[in-house]
């Protein structure tokens, strides 16, 4: 069963900086991408930042320049570093996972989700 689990959530200042780990895993054969969306109250989820297996990023206008995404060692892990942070960055954010799997001999890719870590800027 394939798990992906989020962490490095928390209060910070306004211009500060935290780092946020995903991790995903359980039969996994390949991942295709691994993306960084996030969810205020009363809004719509957006994706914050994404990166391909190859190693290709995008950014979300609001947050280029301030955020990097990268993948550890481990290509199942993925960061994001967020610094100059900003009242309006507080949201629920959440690591999803484009994945391949192995499926009564063939391949299959399915999209997967963690649930979630809060990260709040306010002074």
């Known amino acids: 069963q394939v798990q992906v689990v989020e962490s490095g959530g928390g209060l910070v200042q306004p211009g500060g900086s935290l780092r946020l780990s995903c991790a995903a895993s359980?039969?996994?054969?390949?991942?295709?991408?691994m993306d960084w969306y996030r969810q205020a109250p009363g809004k719509e989820r957006e994706l914050v930042a994404a990166?391909?297996?190859?190693?290709?990023?995008n950014y979300a206008d609001s947050v280029k320049g301030r955020f990097t995404i990268s993948r550890g060692n481990a290509k199942n892990t993925v960061y994001l570093q967020m610094n100059s942070l900003k009242p309006e960055d507080t949201a629920v954010y959440y690591c999803?996972?484009?994945?391949?799997?192995?499926?009564?001999?063939?391949?299959?890719?399915?999209?997967?989700w963690g649930q979630g870590t809060q990260v709040t800027v306010s002074s």
């Open positions: 359980g039969g996994i054969f390949s991942i295709n991408a």
């Open positions: 990166i391909t297996s190859y190693g290709s990023t």
């Open positions: 999803s996972a484009d994945v391949e799997l192995r499926y009564e001999g063939t391949y299959i890719s399915k999209l997967y």
